[in-house]
């Protein structure tokens, strides 16, 4: 029926705009981004289809091929009303490191409850085929990995600077692992200096090095080049540091070769699948903005890497012979403190004061109580035992809730667990929010911000939000079964994992929701 690739390669670039793209296109050289877009297949118009667009979410929405309220990815941190606490998506209370002894390892896909197409390449191998998961940050190579992973692999920072997995995965690591931390590779980056890659007139697209808009590294008082990484190392965490800089990706990239090499990726006729997420660029977008010199240096050197990767991936693999998918986990906002200077949309929230005045407010209608047991990425959890307590009706508080969320101006809609339960469908963003929410994780009330606004300090940026800025990524196609060309129609990111699917001959995820992108896969002649 189909060539199964011997490897496919899913990338995800953590918080990469598609409009980086265009921006830095004239700035990369022939052999990284533009050998994959050039010789592969580009989605111009992919969207995530779901609030919040955020880390976790969004890689186990690209290897799932659904969205938050399948996959139970709902937040990168959540509220649990059993515990009162927060959930890390990724943590696992039960699950022991290996490779660290520090919290760091204590780590799963449990909280997953879709397959990924790491897990249907391991059935369909009947489990011949190898899955791992590499990433700085431990969600980026767990959660797209999925449950039935041989490995995933992340980076344990602060004093440590080793690649760590967990007992969900094994009980010691391979013997090449502990020979790579041995190298102390992290080390060798942290010598040296950050400086621009190429000559500071490329940079036209970005503002000018120096601007109030970025956050300087702690023990700095300016965002400037260069960057003499070993004097900032022990104000900025150690081996924390290394992950905001360019450095983070190439020692990912670095560790993947040996991997690949070690693991004898893609050198059988059973496929083996690689979950890639290059997360430095996520670090530097959060520190510096969209519009940074450094945010444009990380993707100019990650393009040198992405190109020296695939001549690698040719030698080793064979070309031919592997199938590559790239895509971003979230875009990023522009920083308002920088677009209110040009008059544009946009501003900063404090959702603090929401919470209070909802507190006060609901305490002078119906008494003193802890009315609002958490509000965290704009859902508000309600105390239902007080509700109850008070015979007061949940839905009719809800709405109630929802309705005062919508007295402040740079709140834009307010749904409530009741409505979000309804069919899907109508507005855009109440879609979004509803394919977004779990009935066990999700709070009673969710709201969204207009367009433009973020909760975030005067400097750098975020996303989250289900406008264009965090919710337009690129999606390109590369290698066995893919048909060269472009699309500039409108896809969702669930659309991703079925066009895998399709292309290289193996099921679809159990919970998939997507549909399959049909220019970009190689028919039969
Ligand atoms: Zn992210």
Known sequence: MKDTPRLIVGITVDQMRYDYLLRYWSDFGNAGFRRLVNEGFLCHNLHYNYMPTYTGPGHASIFTGTTPAYHGIIQNDWYDRASNTMIYCSSDSAAKGVGTGSKSGQMSPHYLTASTLGDMVRMQTNGRGKIIGVALKDRGAILPAGRTADAAYWFVGGEEGVW????????????????????KTADKYLSQNWNLLRDASVYDESQADNNAHETPFKGTTKPTFPYDLASLKSANGNYELLKATPFGNSLTIDFV?????????????????????FSSTDYIGHQFGIHAMETQDCYLRLDEELGSFLSFLDDQVGKGNYTIFLSA??????????????????????????????????????????WVLNESNQNIFLNHTLMQSKRLSTKEIQYEVAQLCLSFPEVMSAFTASDLSQARGGDLVKNMIQQGYDAQRSGDVIYTLDPGFIEYGMSGTTHGSPFAYDSHVPAIFF???????????????????????????????????????????????
């Open 329 to 370: 986990d979230h875009g990023g906002a522009p920083t308002p403190s920088y677009t209110a200077k040009r008059k544009a949309i946009g501003g900063y929230w404090k959702s603090d004061r929401l919470e209070l005045f909802l507190e006060d407010t609901l305490a002078k209608r119906y008494g003193q109580g802890d």
């Open 164 to 183: 760590a997995t967990s007992d969900w995965y094994m009980s010691v690591l391979p013997d090449w692992v502990n020979a790579f931390n041995k190298l």
């Open 257 to 277: 070769r040996e991997l690949i090499t070690q693991e004898k990726m893609g050198a059988d006729g059973y496929t083996d699948m690689l979950c890639l997420s």
């Open 479 to 525: 290698g066995c079964g893919v048909e060269c060309g472009e699309t500039y129609s409108r896809f969702s990111i669930t659309d991703i994992a079925p066009t895998v699917s399709m292309m290289c001959g193996i099921a679809l995820p159990d919970a998939t929701t997507g549909v399959a992108i049909e220019p970009a896969i190689r028919k039969r002649k």
